[in-house]
C-alpha cells in the first residue's frame, strides 16, 4: 500500500519533512509510513500500536525504527507524549487541538479522553512566572473509575 494514500494533511506532511530536513535527517519511506500512521490511529497509541498500522503501509518498518522516530516525532511537535502513569507512553497526533490538553484517565477500562483546558495553561505559566521560572511543559490529568459501566465507550463513541 502507498503511504501517500493515507489521509494527513498535506501541511502536516511538509512540515514534518521539513523538520528531518532542518535536522540533517533524510525523508525516507519508512519514516513518512511511520507519520501518517500515527494520524490513522484513534486517540492514544503505543509504539506497539504505531509499528502494527505503519507496517500496514510499508512492511519494511522495523520495531526499532517506530522506537528512534517516536522522539523525532514528539520533537517536531506534530506527536505528542501522553504519560499516564503506565510502564509505558501513549501518544497522540496533534491533528487540531490548538489549545492545552488536559486527559481524563479511566482507570477501570484505560479509556483516555483529551480535553481543552486552555485555562490550566494560563494558571500554569502565571504560577511558573511568580516564582521567575520558564514553563517548558505541564500536564494534568483528572483519575476516574466508570466500574465498567460502559459508560466511557459510550461517550468515546460520541
Ligand atoms: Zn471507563
Known amino acids: 500500500m502507498d503511504a501517500t494514500k493515507v ?12 523538520f528531518l530536513t532542518s ?24 509504539a506497539e500500536d504505531l509499528l502494527d498500522s505503519a507496517r500496514k503501509l510499508d512492511d519494511s518498518v522495523s520495531r526499532a ?15 505528542r507524549e501522553v504519560d ?3 510502564d509505558y507512553k501513549y501518544y497522540a497526533a496533534n491533528k487540531d487541538a490548538k489549545t492545552f490538553q488536559a ?29 521567575g521560572l520558564t514553563t517548558v511543559g505541564q500536564r494534568l490529568q483528572v483519575i476516574t473509575k466508570c466500574h465498567k459501566s ?5 461517550i468515546a463513541a460520541k
Open 7 to 18: 489521509d494527513v494533511p498535506e501541511e502536516l506532511d511538509e512540515n514534518f519533512k521539513k
Open 23 to 46: 535536522k540533517g535527517l533524510r525523508v525516507t519511506n519508512q519514516r513518512l509510513a511511520i507519520f501518517s500512521a500515527a494520524f490513522t490511529c484513534e486517540n492514544h497509541f503505543t
Open 65 to 79: 525504527t517506530v522506537y528512534r522516530a517516536l522522539p523525532l516525532l514528539t520533537q517536531s511537535g506534530l506527536i
Open 84 to 86: 499516564v502513569g503506565k
Open 103 to 131: 486527559q481524563v484517565i479511566c482507570e477501570d477500562c484505560d479509556t483516555i479522553f483529551e480535553i481543552d483546558a486552555p485555562f490550566m495553561e494560563w494558571y500554569g505559566k502565571t504560577v511558573a512566572e511568580k516564582l
Open 150 to 154: 460502559g459508560s466511557c465507550k459510550n
